[in-house]
């Protein structure tokens, strides 16, 4: 690179163009890894929301289940019996 003191400015300009190169190849490989991991991180709150959406819903079932199960418990009561 250095020729009696001074630099060989072809090496240099083409030194230059490869590490140019190299940080555009980088930053390419790192906004992919970006994109990757939101697309991941937006399908893992997805997943999340399914879950709290299926909770919901298993909550809401809850006390017309406990309903039936009263009603089941005592059948007789249906029918006007005494316990």
């Known amino acids: 690179m250095v020729e009696g003191g001074f630099y060989n400015m072809d090496h240099v300009i083409k030194e230059l163009e490869h590490l140019a190169h190299e940080l555009r190849v980088r930053d390419e490989t790192l906004s992919i890894i ?7 991180a937006q399908e893992e709150f997805e997943r999340v929301l399914h879950a709290v959406d299926r909770m919901h819903n298993l909550i809401a079932v809850v006390p017309e289940q406990v309903k039936q199960v009263k009603q089941n418990r005592y059948p007789f009561q249906k029918y006007g019996l005494p316990r």
């Open 34 to 40: 970006v994109r990757e991991s939101r697309r991941q």
